[in-house]
C-alpha cells in the first residue's frame, strides 16, 4: 500500500495539486489531504488515488532499505 509521503511526491512529480488528484481519483481534496498527512484511508480509496497515478505514468517504488518513492515508469516497448 502506497503512503502518504509517497503520494506526496508522485503529485509534485506530476505537478499536480490536490484538487487535480482528487478530480483524477474520484475523491475529495480532503480525503487527500487526510492520506498525505499519514492518516488512514479506506483500501479502495487508495487503490483509486494509486490507480490515477498509475495512468500518468507514475510507479511506485517499495521500501527497499533506502525507502519508498516514486519514479516515472520506463514506457513501453509499444508507447516508444
Known sequence: ????DQVRMAR???KWGVRDLAKRAAVTAAT???????RPGH????QAIQA????AGIE?????GAGAGVR????????Q
Open 12 to 14: 509534485a512529480a506530476l
Open 32 to 38: 487527500v489531504t487526510r492520506i498525505e498527512a499519514g
Open 60 to 64: 511506485f517504488i517499495q521500501e527497499n
Open 43 to 46: 483500501a479502495a480509496t487508495i
Open 52 to 55: 490515477a497515478f498509475e495512468r
Open 72 to 79: 516515472f515508469a520506463k514506457p513501453k516497448a509499444d508507447e
Open 1 to 4: 500500500m502506497i503512503s502518504g
